[in-house]
């Protein structure tokens, strides 16, 4: 086996995207003893109150360039980075996740095609890339079904329900006329969502099932451990390491999936990057999910993911981060802020975690 290069404590860590993800990242990897830098176009974005921070366009070359040049390594928290950015960073420095890997999780028809080749059960889709192509793909997935633009949705956002007497005339061009997937609508129990991570030297370790409940399509609680049996269990460990190891991937995947009454786990989507139903893993985990992007994208080994209690994570959105003082009135509950100035509806504020330890512990 080849010699990995670790990047040692006092290195820069180079993080695209500055939201409340890079926030964390970067807080993980500075009790590491690392230094971060965030590249993100906002100024004032909720990372760059803990890390340096370049405010310029993911087209700038210039800025891209100046920015590799201050870091020894590149991850990213927003999986919306251009391709082209990316590959223009992986010139100069190691970019973990790489190109490859990102390239499959910005593409919803990309993802599919690439979970279904792995072995993985995904809901029926096709591509649809006119209205011709929709009502064709609806003549195969039948209805309900879900059409969702094949880039850049998140929340729920890009994304149109057919129901029995939906009217689909004209749909493409009211989703905007881009490339599109049709998916069959899969009749779920729960939701669930399995983080693994890779090292350099492909060790690979998962955090542990988790259960996901939504409300107006964000993650609105997380709870540790996922209500499921062993066996729904080992099998959605199983497709996050199929997911992974395919995907020759360095650094932390999610992979969020759907558990049906009849024992069959199907795969929605992978995001490239640490994840919001991992955010428990901060107080109620051995290593974060944050300090494990660390370790597995600068050659360390993995930390333990095992949980050291039972979990709830809620996310505050909007207003529902005005409660904070009622929040930090019960000592146990262990607050969030990710420090955006402007609440707004739907916009992710903070999170709590509570923390249920066993008695005998
Ligand atoms: P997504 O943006 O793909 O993660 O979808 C957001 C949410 O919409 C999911 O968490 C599900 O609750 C729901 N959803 C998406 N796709 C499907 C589907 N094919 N069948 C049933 N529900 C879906």
Redesign the pocket.
């Known amino acids: 086996m080849s010699e990995i290069s670790v990047i040692a404590p006092g290195a820069t860590i180079g993080i695209l995207g500055g939201g409340q993800l890079g926030r964390m990242l970067a807080v993980a990897a500075s009790r590491l003893g690392y230094h971060c830098h965030i590249f993100e176009p906002q100024a004032d974005c909720p990372a760059s109150h803990v890390a340096a921070h370049t405010a310029a366009g993911y087209d700038d070359m210039a800025a891209l360039d100046a920015f590799a040049a201050a870091v020894d390594v590149v991850t990213l928290e927003f999986e919306n980075v251009p391709i082209a950015a990316v590959e223009r960073l992986a010139q100069q420095v190691p970019v973990r996740p790489g190109a490859a890997a990102l390239a499959v999780a910005q593409d919803?028809a990309e993802e599919k095609a690439f979970l279904n080749k792995a072995g993985i059960e995904t809901?029926p889709?096709a591509p649809v890339l006119s209205q011709a192509d929709l009502e064709n793909a609806l003549a195969f997935t039948g209805r309900p079904?879900?059409l969702?633009t094949a880039r850049l949705?998140?929340?729920?956002?890009g994304?149109s329900a057919i129901r029995p007497d939906t009217n689909i005339d004209g749909l493409f061009d009211r989703m905007g006329g881009v490339a599109c997937v049709l998916?069959?609508?899969?009749?779920?129990d729960l939701?669930v969502s399995v983080l693994a991570a890779r090292g350099l030297d492909g060790e690979i370790a998962c955090f542990e099932t988790v259960e996901?409940i939504?409300r107006d399509?964000i993650l609105h609680r997380t709870l540790v451990p996922a209500r499921v049996s062993p066996e729904i269990d080992a099998r959605a460990q199983e497709i996050a390491r199929r997911t992974i190891e395919a995907l020759d991937y360095i650094g932390l995947l999610a992979v969020?999936m759907?558990v049906c009454a009849d024992g069959r786990v199907v795969a929605?989507?992978i995001a490239p990057r640490p994840h919001n139903s991992g955010h428990w893993s901060i107080d109620g985990a051995t290593t974060s999910q944050f300090e494990q992007v660390v370790r597995a994208i600068c050659g360390l080994p993995l930390g333990k993911t095992q949980r050291v209690a039972d979990c709830e994570m809620r996310n505050l959105i909007g207003d529902e981060a005005d409660d904070w003082a009622a929040i930090l009135a019960d000592p146990g509950a262990r607050l969030h802020l990710y420090g955006k100035a402007e609440s707004r509806p739907g916009r992710k504020m903070g999170h709590v975690t509570t923390l249920f330890p066993k008695p005998d512990r």
């Not at 949705?153 to 956002?157: E, Q, S, V």
């Not at 998916?183 to 779920?188: A, H, I, S």
């Open positions: 919803r809901a889709w079904a879900v969702k949705g998140y929340d729920g956002k994304q998916e069959g609508f899969v009749d779920f939701e996901n939504h399509h969020e759907f929605n989507e």
